[in-house]
Nanobody
Framework: QVQLVESGGGLVQAGNSLRLSCAASGRTVGSHAMGWFRQVSGKEREFVATISQSGGTTYYADSVKGRFAISRDNAKNTVYLHMNSLKPEDTAVYYC????????????????WGQGTQVTVSS
């Protein structure tokens, strides 16, 4: 059974930083592209960042480019989302996902999802 468990969310003030972690079991992170998405209640899930299977390629949504960074530690079988210069509009539940070998912004190309971790950014 593949499981993805996010952690690291919480309440922070605008301008501060936060690091989210996604620990995987039942699947090797280094063998799959991984992604981060976020969702606000009542709205569609939004792409945030993705990293290729090799880890050599990353891609970000325009809204977070330059502020967020996705990375992977294959030894720990964990994917991270480093969030800097947080804004109130970053408030959402953040989900990590495991997909195929290539990075993608399409949530339908990911076959496993974590339960999500809440990130709240105050003004």
């Amino acid at each position: 059974q593949v499981q993805l468990v996010e952690s690291g969310g919480g309440l922070v003030q605008a301008g501060n930083s936060l690091r989210l972690s996604c620990a995987a079991s039942g699947r090797t992170v280094g063998s799959h592209a991984m992604g981060w998405f976020r969702q606000v209640s009542g709205k569609e899930r939004e792409f945030v960042a993705t990293i290729s299977q090799s880890g050599g390629t990353t891609y970000y949504a325009d809204s977070v480019k330059g502020r967020f960074a996705i990375s992977r530690d294959n030894a720990k079988n964990t994917v991270y989302l480093h969030m800097n210069s947080l804004k109130p509009e970053d408030t959402a539940v953040y989900y990590c996902a495991s997909g195929t070998w290539r990075l993608t912004t399409n949530p339908h190309e990911y076959d496993y999802w974590g339960q999500g971790t809440q990130v709240t950014v105050s003004s």
